[in-house]
């Protein structure tokens, strides 16, 4: 018996449409190698990259009331930071948590981004420049709830903006610190340098 091959027309119309398609795909994937091209070219150059969880605040406005204490409020969000010339880069967490937030910049491109390379956008989602730092400091160590301690410190630029950073290691809080006062050319508290507050 002889199979007859089955055959699908397609119209002209349907045609062009799939060349449409693919088109705009080959363009898709090359606009993110080129993204990609960029942020590893960023990373390996890079004088500190790595995660942290953040929030943000803002400083209160002349004859505005303080701020209300609100260190019990947990909104703290993983974010993939970058030192990379005079600019401080902030990317957001796109990946599960399985301990990611010790990986190398290398790593984190090689097993996160092309994972999620069709749903997350590239681009940093904020930056800082770092002559718009005017003090970095330490905060005391975070507890929240069924966690262990965290290193706590600050990043307040001269619009008033204020980064909160966070992170489990002393190591990186202390690598941060440091790089930020040689970087932004600031007299930090020497107990900043030291042991972190409580």
């Known amino acids: 018996m002889v199979r007859k091959?089955?055959?699908?027309?397609?119209?002209?119309?349907?045609?062009e449409s799939l060349r449409s398609?693919?088109?705009d795909l080959e363009e898709r994937e090359s606009h993110f190698k080129a993204q990609l091209e960029h942020i590893d070219e960023i990373l390996r150059s890079a004088r500190l990259s790595g995660y942290l969880y953040m929030r943000m605040r803002w400083a209160a406005l002349p004859r505005e009331q303080p701020p209300i204490d609100d260190t019990?409020?947990?909104?703290?969000?993983?974010?993939?930071?970058?030192?990379?010339?005079?600019?401080?880069?902030?990317?957001?967490?796109?990946?599960v948590?399985?301990?990611a937030f010790v990986l190398s910049g290398a790593v984190w491109l090689a097993i996160n981004l092309w994972a999620y390379i069709s749903y997350y956008d590239l681009s940093p989602q904020d930056s800082a420049l770092l002559p718009d730092?005017?003090?970095?400091?330490r905060l005391?160590?975070?507890?929240?709830?069924?966690?262990?301690?965290?290193?706590?410190?600050?990043?307040?630029?001269?619009?008033g903006l204020r980064y909160e950073c966070s992170s489990?290691?002393?190591?990186?809080?202390?690598?941060?610190?440091?790089?930020l006062q040689i970087d932004c050319k600031l007299a930090l508290d020497p107990d900043d340098l030291n042991e972190p507050k409580v």
């Open 72 to 95: 019990e409020v947990d909104d703290w969000l993983p974010r993939f930071i970058v030192l990379h010339g005079s600019c401080i880069y902030l990317y957001t967490k796109a990946t």
């Open 133 to 137: 730092v005017i003090e970095v400091g």
């Open 21 to 23: 398609e693919i088109a």
């Open 168 to 179: 489990k290691s002393k190591i990186q809080v202390d690598s941060w610190l440091e790089a």
């Open 140 to 159: 005391p160590c975070l507890t929240l709830e069924d966690e262990a301690s965290r290193y706590c410190f600050y990043i307040l630029t001269r619009h």
């Open 97 to 99: 948590d399985y301990g």
């Open 5 to 15: 091959s089955l055959q699908v027309v397609l119209s002209a119309v349907e045609v």
